[in-house]
């Protein structure tokens, strides 16, 4: 949905940019995989979980996280960035260390704990991405793009953490969920969060409209079936927990399944092009063909209850 301008570069310097983009992200989702199992090797072991880190000494611990930092430097750096952009990587690199080193160790803070991870997870890797590609253009929109992926970055940790309450209370980790009850938690999520990151998904497709009218249709569209896949006329035929499951996330599968498609049939390129793209993404990520598909028969059944709905 953001790719709505037309690189400046030549198409050797944008592939050459992008190889050097992606295999420093590599590098720092690493170190921050590494970091965060090793500052959990202890309560991993009292809370049973994983983890690849458990039992390599300290030279070892130590050596892989400098080789990575240094790698995703160096790779980010042979790109040629500009300035700002290179001190978001770093920051991206800070946020990764604050989260888990046992000094600070905000993962066991529970407010700035989601919102370090927010940005490390969600916000930071977009905005140095975008400015890395195009660091002159969004200035207008930049504000309504931090909200979104605040939000959406805020909703993922809480579920996540939701989910792991329990191992999470045997290793002593204090997160937002253990601190404030997970039923409170799902309450900010459904009542705060969600309605804020639908509103802000489409007051951001509103400003795309003057490049692709297709993301603002698709929301429209996309809000309108799930809304009758959840509706009253269906709710009977779930359990409560069912309910409540599919409000929390209901833009997930948006960005899952839905989003791929919107952005490849907004593209400025050939029709038989964009189905052949459709294609090969649905045959690569089926399951989530399968996750639409199911979705549309229920909405079908609700709307036509007698009559046999084929898909």
Known sequence: ????????????????????????????SIYGYWVNDWADRQSDVLARKPNFLA??????????????S???IILWLSGLPHWFTTSLFILEWVLFTLYCIPIIRLKNR????????????HIVPVFFT?????????????????????????????LHQIEDRKADTIAGIKSFPITMGPITTLRIINRILLPLELALLLILSAY??????????SLWLYIAIYGIYISIWTIRYMKKNQLNKHLVYITNDIYEYWLPYIIIIS?????????????????IFNKGVASMIK?????????????????
């Open 110 to 121: 529970p407010i700035w704990g989601p919102l370090c991870d927010a940005h490390y997870t």
């Open 130 to 158: 975008l400015f890395y590609f195009q660091p002159a253009q969004y200035h207008h929109i930049w504000i309504i793009i931090y909200l979104l992926l605040l939000c959406k970055g805020l909703r993922n940790i809480l």
């Open 55 to 68: 039992g390599l000494p300290n030279w070892i611990l130590i050596s892989g996280a400098l080789l990575f």
């Open 1 to 28: 949905m953001l790719i709505v301008y037309p690189y400046t570069t030549s198409s050797a310097e944008t592939i050459s940019k992008g190889l050097f983009w992606i295999s420093s992200l590599i590098c720092i």
């Open 295 to 311: 979705t549309l028969r229920v909405v079908l059944k609700t709307i036509f209850p007698n009559q046999n709905t084929s898909i």
């Open 70 to 72: 240094l790698l995703a």
């Open 208 to 217: 795309l409209m003057p490049y692709s009218y297709v993301p603002l249709i």
């Open 267 to 283: 593209l400025h390129i050939d029709w038989k092009l964009k189905i052949a793209l459709c294609i090969i993404h649905g045959l």
